[in-house]
């Protein structure tokens, strides 16, 4: 099966590499737009039901776009790790690859746990409990999303270390 993959990594090692760097600049750059661009222009909207319905269609648009990214990214770093042949790198770079994937298993539940709070503050707001959106909605903003992009920027610096090595 490992021969059948570093094969494939072979024939398309360029493809596959820039499919797990697109999605990285992607994920990095839809959480930086969001939280630095948008949610600023979201505090400016004075009625709450407006804000909330709003900020609540881009988070979904946001997650269903992201979903996918982050599934390339994996796929793409799986194909990568095996056809690259990693479990014969250098004990630094084994060490930096396995650094790199713990920050993305983190970042993918991270993911899942924004959803999750995502949901809440969807079901919340069927039922007009603004308050409740609006924790759901700032942690995700103010928490979750800065831990995300504060990982991935290390996990981008971390792959930048490892291509070095």
């Known amino acids: 099966m490992q021969e059948f993959f570093v094969e494939f990594f072979g024939s398309f090692s360029r493809i596959i590499v820039f499919f797990h760097v697109l999605s990285a600049a992607i994920l990095i750059?839809?959480?930086?737009?969001l939280r630095f661009i948008i949610k600023p222009v979201f505090m400016t909207i004075e009625d709450d039901e407006i804000k909330f319905r709003r900020c609540l269609e881009l988070l979904d648009k946001y997650a269903k776009l992201m979903l996918p990214v982050m599934l390339i990214l994996i796929s793409a770093s799986f194909l990568m790790n095996i056809g690259?042949?990693?479990?014969y790198a250098s004990p630094i770079t084994y060490t930096m690859i396995h650094i790199k994937e713990a920050i993305w298993i983190f970042i993918a539940f991270n993911f899942g746990f924004m959803y999750?709070?995502?949901l809440n503050a969807k079901a919340s707001y069927k039922k007009r409990d603004y308050f409740e959106v609006s924790e759901n909605i700032i942690l995700i903003v103010n928490c979750l999303i800065p831990l995300n992009l504060i990982l991935s920027l290390v996990a981008l610096y971390v792959g930048i270390v490892i291509r070095g090595f």
């Open 116 to 118: 999750w709070k995502f």
């Open 84 to 87: 690259l042949g990693f479990e």
């Open 29 to 33: 750059g839809g959480m930086f737009v």
